[in-house]
């Protein structure tokens, strides 16, 4: 079994270069980036969330580089960009011939950032050696990673997990990432072992950002608009990346952005929330020959605003048409006022539990909860 202690070790034999920093502060107008979901983050989720305004990036969910013949349309497929809105796209595979060739082609067809999947922890990944497995082997990291970068003419990233086992190496595989030249890195601060249970721990996110000297981006539970602030000036990160959140709340980024300028942010009533589902609807109807099934994945994010023990989630997630979804969500979602939701940028209902770089438990504070309110 592979310790921390090993990792650490092995990390600590590549041998120190003047650091390959490409730049030292966000480049990018928003301080907040969408994060790659599979499944999710396709073109049309990806310019449904730039129209709304108020994120920096907006990444692909992630393309597999195997063994088998690289396909250099499939990847060139992925590089369809949102208007106004830099476009990273996320690769995965662990041969670093492979990943640098997939890198060159995927940067050379426009993409803004290229970027490594260092982070998915599910199990039929981690058994192929690639996603969150890569974490317990520093000198395969930095291998693939400083191969991707000669084939790199713009940005290079990683997004990690805070350990595969152990938390305890973090910094050891972000000096790595660091070593290896990219630009910036992204750290969603569970382990690989956690998938996603508990609270992210956000100190993990303050202790990168001061050991690195490339931007670091957290991750991980920002479930409410004001988080976005509260993430940055807890751990003094550089910018901040919404996956699951940006599913439950589509105005989460623009809001954040509000907050930032000092507007008042959009408090979203029922009858916005409902015409969201009827464009998003349309939208996949006009892009899928089957869209009930991508309806009910957003659905299963946008149930979790309602105060009604899942009422409006269980019943839609058994229609078996986007029809009945959208009746069932007029019947329970159309009549609601904005404070019915928790949809607002300070999340008074509280309803999801946000992390925190200032409590043991990752759990944010009702001090803090107070102060963002």
Request: net charge neutral.
């Amino acid at each position: 079994m592979t310790t921390a202690g090993d990792i650490e070790a092995r990390a600590a034999r590549i041998p120190a270069r003047e650091a390959s920093v490409r730049f030292d502060a966000w480049p990018f107008v928003h301080p907040t980036m969408l994060a790659p979901m599979e499944g999710v983050t396709h073109p049309m989720f990806r310019a449904l969330v730039a129209e709304r305004g108020g994120v920096g990036v907006v990444c692909t969910e992630f393309v597999r580089v195997s063994r088998a013949p690289l396909s250099v349309a499939a990847l060139e497929r992925e590089v369809i960009k949102a208007p106004g809105v830099p476009l990273s796209v996320q690769v995965m595979g662990n041969e670093a011939e492979k990943m640098a060739e997939a890198a060159g082609v995927v940067a050379a067809a426009g993409a803004d950032v290229v970027d490594v999947n260092l982070g998915c922890p599910m199990p039929r990944v981690v058994r192929k050696g690639v996603g969150a497995a890569m974490l317990k082997d520093p000198e395969l990291l930095y291998d693939v990673l400083s191969q991707m970068r000669a084939r790199v003419p713009g940005m290079l990233s990683a997004k990690i997990r805070a350990g595969f086992d152990d938390k305890s190496s973090v910094v050891a595989i972000a000096e790595v990432v660091e070593k290896a030249g990219a630009d910036f890195i992204v750290v969603h601060p569970r382990r690989r072992a956690d998938f996603y249970r508990g609270v992210a721990d956000w100190r993990i996110v303050r202790v990168l950002k001061e050991a690195l000297r490339i931007p670091v981006v957290g991750n991980g539970d920002v479930w409410y608009a004001a988080d976005v602030l509260r993430m940055q000036r807890e751990t003094g990160c550089d910018a901040v990346m919404l996956g699951r959140p940006a599913l439950r709340n589509p105005w989460i980024f623009e809001q954040a952005r509000d907050l930032a300028r000092g507007e008042e942010p959009r408090d979203p009533s029922g009858e916005e929330l409902l015409s969201f589902l009827v464009d998003v609807r349309r939208r996949y109807e006009e892009t899928y020959a089957r869209s009930v099934g991508k309806m009910k994945e957003l659905v299963r994010y946008v149930g979790r605003t309602l105060n009604d023990d899942r009422a409006f989630m269980t019943e839609a997630l058994r229609a078996p048409t986007t029809d009945e979804i959208l009746a069932i969500a007029e019947r329970h979602i159309a009549h609601l006022p904005s404070d019915a939701l928790d949809l607002d940028a300070f999340g008074k209902l509280r309803l999801e539990r946000s992390g925190s770089a200032l409590v043991d438990d990752g759990g944010v504070s009702d001090r803090e909860r107070a102060s963002a309110a």
